[in-house]
């Protein structure tokens, strides 16, 4: 062949070849803009690595922008790094230091002000439909576009943040879709469980001709039996909407009837009422109230807005069958509200309240007023390095490379809804907590060595389905979510698998440079640091919701015990916000002394506590003692806590300092 045949044959296959795709290289490629993907983006960006975000869908921030605003916390000391600025800006646009419940609306713009603020690159509206991988290395990714045209993104470390683990699948890593055994993990509350949360009372007939097993059984039904306690299966934890409704007029659009509305959907909630008579629209829905008017919705009691039993094939199905789960979630909950607002056999003072509410103009306005994302509980999960279990939970296994913490109960939605012994009765749903924060292991987000050597999972990692319903927080997906950057970053530098990057030195970028950017980090000490904090007179360890792993609490309201906090040498000379953490007991006083050196003098303040108003689901708080000029060094600066003049017990939990310009 002829040279010049053979270089134009060559240009006539790669343009034949590349038609309609184009070629991206990056450092780091993100799959998946949930909160998680966009603070390791931001991460990244800030460590001076080329990042692209990349996303089937065209918003970010995923739940915690999309109905979700009644945050999950459990405990506050896991919610650290940008996970915490997320929160500290929620609150500056409230007024307030850090705030735990919020718009949809609020969460996006800070989302969209974090890719702003950085140099990632976005991709929206591409769906990921090829890997390319030799051996056990990614080299590249494909996404579609809604117009069919291809991009192909080579990067040297993958992150998959989606909640549905196409990636890490797509790459060849082992996960999970379902509840393991009991057995599997040596645990106790995996697999099938037939509690009592989120349960039908006794007696509702399952039948749509009552006693009549040959009429059928009523929509959202399972024909079968239950399986013993314990037993695996691929069952999955319900999806549902949260729902985001206001009761201001101006901004309310009314709640009309879905065009494939079907009343009999809700017979099962007309059954239930026979026996568990309305007393209001909190019966069916934990309604939580946010700014503004509006509210957080989410599941309540036997029937609500779970759509039990309808996702199993969710994790693991094409981009058309999710299309089709998505809209029937849509449909149902849609149809449930008309329902509630509507329906006839709802009492009349039922449908009063609810008729008040409607959707809000304001937000989701690309998307009908209504969240374009559906809550996906669990999907795909991990089988990595290491599998996070309910040993590692309750604390009788820990591990020492942690990346993060966990602090939420162990929180399974139902999985199903059969007949046990003639009645109707959901089952799958646990609750268990009373355990102390618990540390994550790094090997819990990265896959087996001999299977992908450059990918992170911060979202879908590695733990059974009943540890990932501790874990399963946005906070601590955010927090992965940095975490996970780091590491990419790390392996990147270091030109080393990602399971061989140095957890140490890891846990120190974290610990150096919490904010990821030029910030000041905050000065933090626990009552917990011996070496830093001096206890004088009577003090007993607390019982309750404090921040960490413990506090401490005296009623010696004589002024005898005293808790100082030394702040560390390393702390650096500067203007600083003071904050004071009050767990708030039954027996707590309304009143507190703090005395403050901060290198100069001493000053003291009475701080009232009866004046604190804790929002979200936490019972305790940061309370703010004031500004203070710290001088660091030799000046030794310390926040003292006394017990003089207090009406009842005071707890010594922490301090923070936070600098002035933090959120400016």
């Known amino acids: 062949m002829k040279r010049q045949h053979l270089i134009l044959y060559i240009f006539i296959f790669l343009c034949s070849t590349l038609r309609g795709q184009q070629i991206q290289k ?43 605003g009644m945050t999950d916390i459990g405990n506050k000391f896991v919610v650290r790094g940008l996970a915490l600025d997320f929160y500290r800006k929620i609150g500056k646009h409230y007024g307030n230091f850090e705030q735990w ?54 990067a040297k470390v993958f992150l998959d943040c989606t909640y549905e683990g196409d990636l890490l699948a797509l790459a060849g890593a082992s996960y999970h879709v379902g509840r393991e055994s009991n057995a599997t993990y040596n645990e106790t509350l995996n697999g099938v469980q037939l509690l009592d949360g989120h349960q039908f009372p006794n007696g509702i007939d399952p039948y749509v001709e009552r006693g009549n097993p040959n009429s059928g059984l009523l929509w959202g039904i399972r024909k079968g039996e239950i399986e013993p306690k314990g037993t695996g299966d691929k069952k999955v934890q319900a999806y549902n909407y949260r729902i985001t409704l206001t009761n201001v007029p101006e901004n309310r659009i009314p709640v009309t009837k879905p065009e494939d509305y079907d009343a009999r959907r809700y017979e099962l909630l007309k059954r239930q009422k026979e026996i568990q008579p309305w007393k209001g629209i909190n019966d069916v829905f934990i309604w939580s109230l946010m700014p503004n008017g509006k509210t957080d919705i989410n599941n309540r009691n ?33 149809g449930l509200l008309y329902f509630v607002g509507s329906d006839e056999s709802v009492p009349d003072f039922i449908r009063k309240e609810f008729q008040e509410w409607g959707y809000p103009k304001d937000e989701y306005v690309e998307n009908g007023h209504w969240s374009p994302q559906l809550y996906i509980r669990e999907a795909r999960r991990l089988v990595g390095e290491l599998v996070m279990t309910q040993q590692h939970c ?39 907590g009373g355990f102390l924060p618990f540390p994550i292991s790094y090997r819990a987000i990265v896959p087996k060595r001999q299977e992908v050597s450059n990918l992170i999972v911060p979202v879908c990692l590695s733990a059974s389905h009943i540890a990932f319903g501790s ?66 007179g009577s003090w007993d360890q607390g019982i309750g919701k404090g921040y960490g792993m413990s506090y401490m ?26 904050y004071t953490y009050f767990p708030k007991m039954a027996e707590s006083g309304s009143t507190c002394t703090i005395n403050v050196y901060d290198g ?26 004031g500004e203070y000029t710290i001088e660091s060094g030799s000046k030794k600066p310390y926040v003292e806590i006394s017990t003089a003049g207090a009406n009842g017990l005071v707890a010594a939990n922490a301090i923070l300092l936070v600098p002035v310009d933090d959120q400016r």
């Open 302 to 334: 036997g029937f609500s807005t779970d759509m039990i039993g309808m996702n199993w094939d969710y994790p693991e199905a094409d981009y058309q069958r999710r299309e089709e789960i998505i809209k029937a979630h849509e449909d149902y909950t849609k």
């Open 471 to 536: 874990i399963r927080m946005e906070p601590v997906f955010m927090v992965l979510g940095q975490s996970g950057a780091v590491a990419a970053c790390q392996a990147i530098d270091r030109k080393t698998a990602v399971q061989d990057v140095d957890v140490q030195q890891l846990k120190s970028v974290l610990e150096v440079n919490p904010k990821a950017d030029s910030r000041l980090a905050d000065i933090l000490v626990h009552v917990s640091d011996k070496e830093r904090v001096s206890l004088v």
């Open 394 to 432: 309750q604390g009788k296994e820990l591990v020492t490379d942690e990346v993060g913490y966990a602090a939420y109960t162990m929180d399974s939605h139902n999985c199903d809804r059969l007949v046990v012994n003639g009645m109707v009765k959901n089952e799958g749903n646990v609750e268990v």
């Open 101 to 154: 419940i919020f718009e949809p609306k609020v969460a996006e713009r800070i989302f969209l002000n974090y890719m702003e603020d950085c140099d990632a690159q976005q991709l929206l509206k591409h769906r990921l439909v090829a890997l390319k991988k030799q051996d056990a290395v990614l080299q590249s990714a494909d996404f579609s576009g809604t117009d069919g045209k291809i991009q192909r993104v080579t």
């Open 600 to 625: 100069g003098a001493v000053e003291t303040k009475k701080l009232d506590f009866g004046k604190v108003e804790i929002k979200g689901q936490t019972s305790s708080t940061w309370v703010s003692v």
């Open 26 to 68: 990056v450092d780091i490629c993100i799959y998946g803009a949930t909160s998680a993907g966009v603070i390791a983006a931001y991460t990244a960006a800030k460590a001076g690595k080329s990042v692209l975000l990349v996303d089937p869908g065209n918003r970010l921030g995923g739940l915690s922008s999309g109905g979700l």
């Open 553 to 578: 609490q005296s009623a010696a309201a004589d002024g005898s015990a005293q808790a100082r906090f030394h702040l560390p040498e390393t702390a650096k000379s500067g203007r600083y916000h003071l």
